[in-house]
C-alpha cells in the first residue's frame, strides 16, 4: 500500500494538474514497482509561501524580491 506525499507551493495548481499529478505517481509505481493502483494513496499538500523556506527566506520573500529585479 504506497503512499506518495507531494507538497507544492499554494500558487494556482488547478484541479486538472493535481490530478494529472497523481494519475502520473500512480501509474509510475504501477509501472516501475508492480503496486497496485487501488491501494495507491497520493496526497497533495498546498503549502502558504510564508510557510516555504529557502537559503534562509521564506519564498514570499523571495518571490517579492525576484519580482523588483525584474522591474528594474
Keep these: 500500500m504506497p503512499y506518495v506525499n507531494i507538497r507544492v507551493t499554494e500558487e494556482g495548481v488547478t484541479a486538472a494538474q493535481k490530478l ?7 501509474d509510475l509505481l504501477s509501472d516501475v514497482l508492480g503496486k497496485d493502483p487501488t491501494t495507491t494513496f497520493v496526497i497533495i499538500d498546498e503549502v ?17 524580491r525576484e519580482a523588483a529585479k525584474k522591474v528594474k
Design 20 to 26: 494529472q499529478l497523481i494519475e502520473g505517481v500512480t
Design 48 to 64: 502558504k509561501t510564508d510557510n516555504w523556506g529557502l537559503n534562509r527566506e521564506n519564498i514570499t520573500s523571495r518571490r517579492q
